[in-house]
């Protein structure tokens, strides 16, 4: 047994080391952060239940009062927990909460009646997140036009879109003019082709 050993480490010692060159190669590199998956679990649940609440209320055009207080009360709730989540962590970006979940904070800060500053902390954040890489740039342009609506401003990328006797047609835009300009470098698809898409879902024929 012993001697059988031997030669096995005798004939490995002869030819050249497979773990040598790996390691060289990885010596340096950073390990991948790990997915904080309580956090990303508990951003997929709001967004599950925010998302069957919110599909019920379009479905009713918007008059479903109970159904509305539901959505409000777990908004409030997700934001109460998103706020604490920051302080802790930061911006729950890829890294954080992985691509799923980061997707999930997006849509709570989006769809959320919080506080103007705590929206406006949020998208600085995002901004950042979206700097580094940490989430896609289009999120920044979603929710830029959320907060420039909400100070009363025209919105910078059209992502917001209302219905006009009975058509969906964008909120006004600053500079309309400009707007697919803006869009591209949001790596957002023209503002006429994301009416299209709106409108198919929507609005169909």
Known sequence: MTSTRTGASKQRQGRPSRQAPRAARTQGVAPRPTVNRDLRGQLLRLDRIDNTLRSEWVATEFKDRDLERKLQALTDAGIDWL??????????????????????????????????????????????????????IQQVAYLTDVVRMRERKKQLYGTKFR???GELVPYPIEKEAWVDLRRREM?????????????????PS
């Open 187 to 203: 790596n957002l698809p023209s503002l006429a082709a994301y009416a299209r898409k709106l409108r198919r879902a929507f609005q």
């Open 163 to 165: 219905k006009v006797k």
């Open 83 to 136: 706020r604490e989540t920051i302080k802790v962590h930061g911006w729950p970006g890829h890294r954080l909460v992985g691509r799923s979940g980061a997707a999930a904070a997006w849509r709570l800060i989006q769809h959320a009646e919080c506080s103007l500053a705590f929206q406006k902390r949020c998208l600085t954040l995002l901004r950042d997140a979206a700097a580094r890489g940490d989430v896609p």
